[in-house]
């Protein structure tokens, strides 16, 4: 497996973590009935007694990055009436942690045989099957849990799962499809990542990025990726007009340096005037700051075209 492909897959991982906590804080708001009175909790400090202070002192926990001590709010209150809520939180933080995974399956297990057809369920079931590496439980999980449910979140964590089961393909299929539906960002990214280094399509991934670039204002993240894609296919016009970009939003000289690395092939090549418009906006070269570049940028600047013979013309 490439490098590149790891990198895809972590933040593959990492997305499906996302989604799964931001369904399941809503949760835990939009289902007040499930959060009955708690005679028996023990209080945390001597500031927490009632259940609304536990569960804001859980959130905060897990909001600080403290999940284990989330962890122990909410399995207290759980303990405290069973609620399927605290339940949910509290599996979904073990995943967070990789910690009491065994406890999380079994309870998932017990769930899932109340009602298989629990979309939330199957959810933190998907992401339990990857983190365990035991992918070809994810897929069919997956499969089923977008079997039962059109929400663009779920199609989002079965294309993860169809990724680690190495069915690109699939996951490919899925995500242009909703990308048709929502027009993401995030979407198209993941698009194009699969298309660019899983099956080294790069000029498609770069159709899919200019395209949605040209009709939504989008992060410098879809034009780093750009960038780099238009360096593989030996774009320099791309390189220019995505590094202008880049500088533009950061005032970043790396940006810059890049520009002057594509004149400087432009110039070594003997194409004075195409290396001269390269940097034209590059005036000041104060905003240069490799000395290699500097070097490269005054040779250029310094530099004569040559003139063309159609270009002459004879007054007689």
């Given amino acids: 497996m490439s490098g590149n492909r790891i990198i895809t897959i972590i933040l593959s991982f990492l997305l499906v973590l996302a989604l799964s906590f931001i369904s399941l804080k809503l949760w835990v708001y939009t289902h007040p009935q499930d959060f009955g009175n708690i005679s028996n909790a023990q209080p945390m400090s001597l500031d927490i007694t009632t259940e609304d202070d536990h569960i804001m002192q859980g959130l905060w926990y897990e909001e600080e990055g403290d999940y284990a001590n989330s962890y122990k709010v909410f399995d ?14 509290k599996i979904h933080l073990s995943l967070m942690m990789n910690k009491n995974l065994d406890i999380a399956n079994k309870e998932l297990e017990d769930l899932y045989a109340k009602n298989p057809n629990d979309i939330e369920v199957l959810r933190l079931l998907v992401t339990l099957h990857l983190i365990q590496k035991n992918f070809s439980a994810a897929k069919n999980e997956a499969e089923h ?4 449910s059109n929400d663009p979140m779920d199609v989002e964590i079965a294309s993860n799962a169809m990724l680690y089961a190495n ?5 490919l299929a899925m995500l242009k499809k909703l990308y048709d ?5 995030d979407i198209a990214m993941r698009i194009a990542i699969i298309l660019s280094d899983m099956y080294h399509e790069y000029y498609q991934a770069i159709d899919i990025l200019e395209e949605h670039s040209s009709q939504f204002e989008s992060q410098n993240t879809l034009y780093e990726k750009l960038l780099e894609l238009y360096a593989k296919t030996d774009n320099s016009e791309g390189v220019i007009k995505t590094a202008h970009t880049l500088y533009n939003t950061t005032r970043d000289t790396k940006y ?3 520009i002057v690395m594509v004149a400087w092939k432009y110039y070594k090549g003997g194409e004075c005037q195409k290396a001269q418009n390269a940097i034209q906006d590059i005036n000041n070269i104060k905003v240069l700051k490799d000395p290699e570049t500097i070097g490269q940028w005054r040779k250029i600047r310094e530099c004569t075209p040559l003139i063309s013979n159609t270009t002459i013309q004879v007054h007689k």
């Fill in 145 to 148: 849990l977008i079997s039962i």
């Fill in 76 to 89: 207290k209150l759980y303990n405290a009436n069973h609620s399927k809520a605290y339940l949910l939180k």
């Fill in 256 to 258: 810059l340096n890049r």
């Fill in 181 to 185: 539906e929502t027009k993401s960002e």
């Fill in 167 to 171: 069915d690109p393909n699939k996951a």
